[in-house]
T-cell receptor
Framework: AQSVTQLGSHVSVSEGALVLLRCNYS??????LFWYVQYPNQGLQLLLK??????LVKGINGFEAEFKKSETSFHLTKPSAHMSDAAEYFC?????????????FGKGTKLSVKP | NAGVMQNPRHLVRRRGQEARLRCSPV?????VYWYRQLPEEGLKFMVY????????ESGMPKERFSAEFPKEGPSILRIQQVVRGDSAAYFC???????????FGPGTRLTVL
């Protein structure tokens, strides 16, 4: 069965600093991986996704993530944090791998950005 | 707004009452997923439906919960005889095909008194 672990339920960075949010997954099939962002009292918005091909994936708002099969990781990064990046971030893997069905989510990481 | 719509956004029920949550997918999307988010937890899959069919309900509690996605109209998640543990945010997502990106609605926040 697929699973996702997000290290660190809370991460705090200064404005302009590097953002690194960690995600490790477990999957018995080639995974499809996703990062979503959730602002308070809102739904989830897709930041980026990895399906196949290039392992470095660029998303919206300057975020990117690298799929590392050997490390079973899909960490999310942004070179320079902005105040508007403060939100909760969820890593997810498709349950059946590939393109099928529902998503399995990590518990989320709340990102705080200090001025 | 062509996105996923959910209503109501907030719902308060007393223990034992019924809760009915509605989800209108993106126009043209025939795949609907329901997820539940408990406080301090990530989203947990509940049920996956296509028009008039339940495809996967492995995440749905066996009792009191049911879901439908009729040929016409929104998808409905129904919780009978609610208990305090049902208090959570319920999110609906839709996609045009299985495996395509899922677009999430703003959620319904259910509070059971």
């Amino acid at each position: 069965a697929q699973s996702v672990t997000q290290l660190g339920s809370h991460v705090s960075v200064s404005e302009g600093a590097l953002v690194l949010l960690r995600c490790n997954y477990s999957s018995s099939v080639p995974p499809y991986l996703f990062w979503y962002v959730q602002y308070p009292n809102q739904g989830l918005q897709l930041l980026l996704k990895y399906t196949t091909g290039a392992t470095l994936v660029k998303g919206i708002n300057g975020f990117e993530a690298e799929f590392k099969k050997s490390e079973t990781s899909f960490h999310l990064t942004k070179p320079s944090a902005h105040m508007s990046d403060a939100a909760e971030y969820f890593c997810a893997v498709s349950e059946y791998g590939g393109s099928q069905g529902n998503l399995i989510f990590g518990k989320g990481t709340k990102l705080s950005v200090k001025p | 707004n062509a996105g996923v719509m959910q209503n109501p956004r907030h719902l308060v029920r007393r223990r034992g009452q019924e809760a009915r949550l509605r989800c209108s997918p993106v126009k043209g999307h025939s795949h609907v997923y329901w997820y539940r988010q408990l406080p301090e937890e990530g989203l947990k899959f509940m049920v996956y439906l296509q028009k008039e069919n339940i495809i996967d309900e492995s995440g749905m509690p066996k009792e009191r919960f049911s879901a439908e996605f009729p040929k016409e109209g929104p998808s409905i998640l129904r919780i009978q005889q609610v208990v305090r543990g049902d208090s959570a945010a319920y999110f609906c997502a839709s996609s045009p095909q299985a495996g395509n990106e899922q677009f999430f609605g703003p959620g319904t926040r259910l509070t059971v008194l």
